[in-house]
């Protein structure tokens, strides 16, 4: 078990997001993704959409600091699970210097 970290992750709260957070999200997306970044309005629509599902990690100051948006959907007959778009400000990431099973404690 890897030792324990005095990271700013460990005051972040995981969060659903939605159409109040879009700004916030999209501000996020524009700082992570510059000139690749989704447009507002493709960010609204998958906030919008049933099918989407959709987090935020709120820092310790209720400033959105990661999001990740997803979709159900169906492809070829079958149903599955879309991720769009992961943003993390970049002072909230963390270098993968380790494996990623000691970060996470997979087996």
Excluded: W
Excluded at 46 to 53: K, M, W
């Amino acid at each position: 078990m890897p030792a324990a970290r005095s990271s700013p992750a460990h005051r972040i709260r995981i969060e659903e997001s939605g159409l109040s957070d879009l700004e916030k999200i999209y501000e996020l997306e524009r700082e992570c993704f510059g000139r690749n970044a989704y447009s507002k309005s493709f960010i609204r629509f998958l906030l919008a959409d049933l099918s989407t599902i959709a987090l935020k990690a709120v820092g310790g100051h209720g400033d959105i600091v990661g999001s990740i948006i997803g979709r159900v959907e169906k492809s070829s007959g079958k149903v599955i699970g879309r991720v769009y778009t992961i943003d993390v400000k970049p002072e909230h990431r963390i270098p993968l210097h380790e494996p990623i099973s000691d970060l996470f404690q997979i087996p």
